[in-house]
């Protein structure tokens, strides 16, 4: 196995894949949840709605976003069709990337908006309001109150994210790319599932999935040890 030069490209694969998918996935619900707390139009509405991917499954979420941005029928059709190959997630590797990307981040919109909007709610309104007298604008408010106090509610939302970003996104890659194009998009998990179940090397994905599970709590105990420094947990 560790003269598989697949072994280490799918390891570097799902790594930039959990550095991009992550922390988009955490900083766009971040967004949409400091638009809901600050009461703009459409916001209870847009509240709800905002949930609703949470009930769909990740198998149904991969074929749904295949069709919504298939380069023939999909809704960037038009572009191709006026810019031939301008996007081709069947060809093109990064094409495929972006598109699994999107289909990982709008997944997991609903349950990382749902705690930083309760944790937006959830903050002194008087400390906000004193920093409002004191001429503090939305934007200095936002940057040095409201997301330092918000750090608990981001650190386990990154935990989570960077966890799942790795080991599961399975479901994903099955039902949007296989893998391809050209392995692009063959993620540890994914090619561990590959070699165990249509190469049959039960012992090498066997072994492989041991080493995921350790990466998984490599990962973890990083973030609790370096990251969590950062939290501040007393309001």
Known sequence: ?????????SINRSIIFMITASSSAVLIPLILAVAADRHIRLAKPARNILIWPKAVAGASIGMAFSILLNPHVGLLSPINA?????????????????????A????GIPFNFIILLAGLQGLPQSMIQAAAVD????WRRLFEIQIPLLSPQLFFCM????????????????????????????????????????????????TQTVILMAIVMLLTCFQFFFLEKRVKYNR
Do not use: C, H
């Open 1 to 9: 196995m560790l003269d598989d030069e697949q072994f280490y490209n």
């Open 104 to 107: 990982y981040i709008w997944r």
């Open 135 to 138: 001429g503090a604008g939305p």
């Open 82 to 102: 006026l810019f031939p190959g301008f996007w081709n997630p069947g060809l093109n590797g990064t094409d495929a990337n972006i598109m699994l990307n999107i």
């Open 159 to 206: 935990v989570l994210e960077v966890t799942a970003s790795f080991a599961s996104a399975f479901a994903l890659v099955d039902s949007m790319t296989q893998g391809g194009p050209g392995g692009a998009t063959n993620l540890f998990v994914y090619k561990i599932y590959v070699d165990a179940f249509k190469s049959y090397d039960l012992s090498g994905a066997s």
